[in-house]
Each structure stands twice: as structure tokens, then as C-alpha cells.
């Protein structure tokens, strides 16, 4: 059966994100992999919206064209977002309305990361890291010289338009890999008006307005490959003219581009102390001009690079691990109406170990990094520089107890240093309809989190449910003062910080529940929930609501069907001057019909059917939720080839 339904199959996909390529099933963390038939299903527009279904995951979402991860109630600069294993490096950080540039479309499979693997990558990332797997660079050449994929598809609430393709060749000592993605919207359609409580006289009904998109990305990379060893350079871009929506009455838009250089190298099998070896290195060129209308009003630029040396050390006594260095710059640079960051280099380092032992019984995973940043503003702003490091450690446990039952335990002390907007913001954000006011004075935030769960696995019946808490000291979070600035009509926010903790519970289960002639009937239940609390007993904002579902899933050789119920409760505990949500259930549908054209090539029909109910929904967790409800009834139809 597809990987998608099949829980063996699940655990041994191949998590490339760690130390070494390893199995899910074999890592002694909470590591998700969105792939196969999965990802097929839920790949979106954007990453946000691909990932927010998935346990413990929700969304920002600013209309069609941006919307970020959200991990356990943990957004911007404490999610970082990777492709291949660098940083995205765009500034979906600094704002809800800029998008990750990220193509779910290219992407092999998704891997979202908790515990010590997120050290390999930064200490800020203390919510997760989420990681796009790509074949950009690849690392062997086809068995049959040339591979390829395509997928057409279009949908019905936006008249989406979207072609993508994907080809890999080589042979000998040389591999090759072209993909290209092109997409199309326009204003996508809802039930009744976007702006809650306004005036329906002055409205549009049934639409988004200004919530269109246009993206395209490409690359072209290229190998010399070896059986122990391969070295790798790609280019890549990625291109997008979105629009925001707002009450504003004149349009605005992003336009955004990218271009990024990777290198990527690998040894592997060598003799003595150092088993192995791996390279990672990327530098971008990053442009993106917010659109009042036809006029230019800010440009974001941001030019930056990473890199990252791996070295896998041979077995010490029972312990596996690597260590390595990371390293990157910054140059980030706001011009115009909404420059309410300064311009600013930041340079950061970072060191970091993690360590594996298994015994009889026991997988243990340990992690421990130290990281130094900088910020220099321009000189000509009279900002302070701000220097600091942070020191992370993290521990992860699995305990095998016999007929199929499993417990699991995460510790982590991290410490997470303010980015840039957080230190120096000041001025008016359009997209968060407030003025921000950072705070150079601010210090690192630390965290102490504790999560413990109960797996069980009999035959093909699975189930977990994991509680975890994290206590912050010093949590860095925008507050609203409840002035309002009079020459700007806006409220006044100020970045600060105060102590805060975290809980919440995650559960799932998946059993087939009957045989259907030749295929089988799947059965996937779950319900996550997370609170965010300061010191004083205020929420934190834009925490994210309960949410429990349900996926009925047939599957055979040729034919998967699934219809999905999802349920998301008011969320009724709110932050000062932040306002409530109602709940909403959203009902969803797919249909995929393998074809199989010979000849080699696989072909698949595939429908799927979106918000069935044509319910108005608006998430909590969007800046715009007043203004921009997510899509109504969609349906969506495509073909998929590989060869």
C-alpha cells in the first residue's frame, strides 16, 4: 500500500536532516516526515499552508500568498525554515505578510525536527526546525541515466493554474538536476464578505479582494558523484508578485526575488578518527518592493550567506555523533514608507555536538551548541551594537518496555538571542496595523522545556500522546501599550520581555479498521492543544485553539480515497486588546487514481475537494483574520507523472 497509509513504511522513511541519513522509527526524537502520497495530498501554495495539518502545527497565514509554520504555538525567528539544510535566508521573519521563499512544488519530502537535531541548525530555532528536501544537488545519478516528474493542476476557488516539472540525469562520475514551477491565482472566493463587521452596502461579497498570486522558481544544479563521495553546485530562483489584503483603501503588493547559489559535498567511509564528512554552503540575493498601488513604498534587501561543516567521528566506545562549525552573514536593509527596522549586519557563529547511544532498551540523543551573534546598525542611525552568545543543550530519550509500548522524553535548556526587529524596530508596520518600538536593551531569552509522551505499536494499531511544558525567563513578545499614536492613527507596540510558560497535549492514532476486496479501510484520529501564559496571567497573542479531527482513508494499488474532518474550538483565552475567534469544522475530500501508462512512467488522476462546507472560517493566528477568512468551497483537479 502507499507509504502514506502504511505505518511501517512511515517509520522507515529516511530523515536526512540528522547527523546521519537514518529511519524515523530509529531516531530517539520527535521528528515528523511529510512525504509520498502525504505530501502529494497537502502540498500547497505556500509552506505554511502545506505543513498546518500536520500534529501540533498551525499556520500565520496573510491571504494566498504568505503564511509561515507555526510549531506549538512558536512562530517567526524561533521556527527556522531550511532548504536542504541551510537557511531560507528571506525575511519571512520580519513580518507575517512576507512570504517564505520556499516552493513546496520542489520539494522530495518535509522534515519537521524537535529536540537535539535542532541544535545542528541554530539555538534561536527553539520551536522546531522544519526542513525542505529537495534533489537540487544531487548525490547519485538515475540507475537509468534519466528521471523525471510533472504535475499540472488547477482548482476552483481561485482559478488556480499551475505547471511544474522536474528531470535527473547523469551517468559516470557526473549527475544533473533541472526543475521548474509556475503558478497562477486570482482573487480567491469565500462565503459572505471578507471584513468582519464592516458594512455589507460597501463590501465585495464572495471574494478576497487583492489576494492574488503569480510565482515561479527554477534551478539547474550538477554533480561529480563517486561511491563514497560527492561535490555539488546549484543555482536557483524564486519569483513572486502577491497581494496583501487590508482594509486599506488603496492595494498593496509584494514582489519578491530571489536568487541563491548552493554548494554542497560529502565524504563518506574514511579511515581513522573522522568517518565522515559534510559541507553545506548557500549566499543569496534578495530583493522584495512592497506596492502601494503602482508606487514603490519600502524595499527589503537582504543579502546573506551560510555555510556548515559536519564531521561524523567514529564510534566512541557505544557513541555515534558529529560536531561542526556554522557560520553566516546577514545584510538587511529597509527603504522607504515602511522602514521600521534600520538597516543592520548581523554576523553569527556557532559550534555545536550531538551524540547518539543505543542499548538494549534505550535510544538516547544528546546536543549542546554555542553560538555567538552580532548586530552592527549603520552608523548612521546611532544604534548600539549589540554582541552576546547563547549556550543550548538538549536530551532525547526512548525506552523500548515490551509488547509494544515505548516512552519517550525531550529535555532542552536553550537560550535564543533577539533578532534584529526585536532590538531595533521603530516605526509604523502596516501589516501588523501598529507602530513597533524595539528595545537594544533586551537579553537573550532562556527556556527550560519538558516533554514526555506514551507510543504504542501492535501490528499495524499505533498510537502516541505526548504532554509537554516550556518555561521561559525573559520571553521576548510585542505588547500592546493601549496608546494610540495620534499623528499615525495607530496603536503603539513595544517588544519585552517577561516570563511565560507553555503546555499543551498532542495525540494521534492510525489502525486499519476493515479489507475492502483489495485494498483497506484506515482509520487516523488526533487532537492537539497548546496555551501560552505570561507571568502576570495574560495570554500570550495569536496562541493558536484546540483542534481534533478524524481521516477515513481506502487505499489500494490503484486508488486512494480519503475524506478528512477537522474541528478548531473558539479561542476565547485572548491577550489585552486582542479579540476573540469563533471555532469553525472543515471538511475535505481526495480522490487519486492511478493510471499507469507503462512504458515506464507512472501516471495518476487526482481530485481533491476543499472546506466542503463552504465554512467561514478565520484562524486565530492571522494578523488579517478580520479581513482575509481562508478560501470556501474548493475543488482542485490534476495529473501527476513520473518516469
Known amino acids: ?116 537535531t535542532t541544535l545542528l541548525y541554530g539555538s534561536g530555532a527553539v520551536g522546531g526546525v522544519i526542513n525542505t528536501v529537495t534533489n537540487r544537488i544531487p548525490e547519485s545519478a538515475p540507475e537509468d541515466g534519466l528521471e523525471g516528474a510533472f504535475e499540472l493542476r488547477g482548482d476552483t476557488v481561485s482559478d488556480e493554474r499551475t505547471g511544474a516539472f522536474a528531470l535527473d540525469g547523469g551517468g559516470g562520475s557526473f549527475a544533473w538536476h533541472l526543475d521548474a514551477a509556475s503558478r497562477d491565482t486570482e482573487d480567491y472566493e469565500i462565503p459572505g464578505f471578507a471584513v468582519l463587521g464592516g458594512d455589507p452596502t460597501t463590501q465585495v461579497e464572495g471574494i478576497v479582494p487583492n489576494s ?10 550538477g554533480s561529480w558523484v563517486s561511491d563514497d563521495a560527492f561535490f555539488g553546485v546549484a543555482a536557483s530562483g524564486f519569483d513572486t508578485l502577491y497581494g496583501v489584503p487590508s482594509d486599506e483603501a488603496e492595494p498593496v503588493s509584494i514582489d519578491l526575488e530571489q536568487t541563491r547559489l548552493e554548494l554542497k559535498g560529502g565524504w563518506a567511509d574514511l579511515s581513522g578518527g573522522i568517518e565522515g564528512v559534510n559541507l553545506r554552503f548557500a549566499s543569496n540575493d534578495y530583493e ?48 522607504g514608507a515602511e522602514a521600521f527596522v534600520p538597516p543592520v549586519d548581523t554576523t553569527t557563529y556557532g559550534i555545536f555536538i550531538v551524540e547518539e547511544l543505543e542499548t538494549e532498551g534505550w535510544q538516547l540523543s544528546l546536543g549542546a551548541r554555542l553560538e555567538s551573534q552580532e548586530h552592527v546598525p ?34 532542552a535548556f536553550a537560550e535564543r538571542l533577539p533578532v534584529a526587529e526585536e532590538l531595533y524596530a521603530n516605526g509604523p ?30 501490528d499495524e494499531l499505533t498510537w502516541a500522546i505526548t504532554a509537554f511544558m516550556t518555561n521561559y525567563h525573559d520571553f521576548i513578545f510585542l505588547r500592546d501599550t493601549g496608546v494610540v499614536d495620534p499623528i499615525e492613527d495607530l496603536p503603539i507596540f513595544n517588544f519585552a520581555q517577561q516570563d511565560a510558560e507553555f503546555t499543551g497535549i498532542e495525540a494521534e492514532l492510525f489502525t486499519p479498521i476493515a479489507e475492502l476486496g483489495a485494498g483497506e479501510l484506515d482509520l487516523r484520529l488526533f487532537a492537539d492543544l497548546v496555551d501560552g501564559e505570561l507571568n502576570t496571567g495574560e495570554n500570550v497573542p495569536r496562541i493558536p485553539p484546540l483542534r481534533y479531527g478524524a481521516r477515513l482513508a481506502y487505499h489500494s494499488d490503484r486508488i486512494i480515497v480519503g475524506v478528512d474532518a477537522t474541528a478548531y474550538d473558539d479561542q476565547n483565552d485572548v491577550a489585552p486588546f486582542e479579540t476573540r475567534t469563533e471555532g469553525y469544522t472543515l471538511v475535505s475530500a481526495d480522490f487519486t487514481w492511478d493510471l499507469t501508462a507503462g512504458d515506464g512512467m507512472d501516471l495518476s488522476l487526482f481530485v481533491h475537494g476543499s472546506n466542503l462546507l463552504d465554512e467561514e472560517a478565520r484562524r486565530h493566528t492571522s494578523l488579517v483574520k478580520d479581513v482575509a477568512p481562508l478560501p470556501g468551497r474548493n475543488y482542485a483537479i490534476g495529473v501527476r507523472a513520473m518516469f
Do not use: C
Request: zero cysteines; hydrophobic letters at 40%; proline letters at 3%.
Open 1 to 116: 500500500p502507499p507509504a502514506a497509509y502504511a505505518q511501517h513504511d512511515i517509520d522507515e522513511m529516511i530523515v536526512t536532516g540528522t547527523i546521519r541519513d537514518r529511519a524515523v522509527g530509529e531516531i530517539a526524537q520527535s521528528v515528523t516526515v511529510v512525504a509520498a502520497d502525504t505530501l502529494d495530498r497537502v502540498r500547497a501554495v505556500n509552506l505554511g499552508e502545506t505543513l498546518e495539518s500536520q500534529l501540533g502545527m498551525s499556520a500565520s497565514y496573510f491571504g494566498a500568498g504568505a503564511s509561515r509554520p507555526i510549531i506549538r504555538g512558536l512562530a517567526g525567528a524561533r521556527v527556522r525554515t531550511m532548504e536542504d539544510g541551510i537557511e531560507s535566508m528571506d525575511v519571512s521573519t520580519v513580518s507575517d505578510d512576507h512570504a517564505a521563499s520556499i516552493d513546496p512544488l520542489v520539494a522530495r519530502q518535509i522534515e519537521i525536527f524537535r529536540g537535539p
Open 212 to 221: 492574488g498570486l503569480e510565482l515561479t522558481s527554477y534551478s539547474l544544479g
Open 288 to 335: 522584495h518592493v512592497e506596492l502601494e498601488g503602482a508606487e514603490v513604498g519600502t524595499r527589503f534587501l537582504n543579502d546573506a550567506y551560510e555555510g556548515r561543516v559536519e564531521l561524523l567521528h567514529a564510534p566512541l566506545g557505544m557513541w555515534t555523533g558529529a560536531f561542526g562549525l556554522q557560520f553566516g552573514e546577514r545584510q538587511f536593509e529597509a527603504i
Open 378 to 411: 549603520s552608523t548612521s542611525t546611532g544604534l548600539p551594537t549589540v554582541d552576546d552568545t547563547a549556550q543550548s543543550f538538549s536530551v532525547a530519550a526512548i525506552r523500548e518496555l515490551g509488547a509494544g509500548f515505548s516512552f519517550v522524553l525531550n529535555t
Open 429 to 458: 508596520h502596516l501589516a501588523s496595523g501598529a507602530i513597533e518600538i524595539g528595545d537594544p536593551n533586551l537579553g537573550g531569552e532562556t527556556s527550560q522545556h519538558f516533554d514526555i509522551g506514551i507510543r504504542k505499536s501492535v
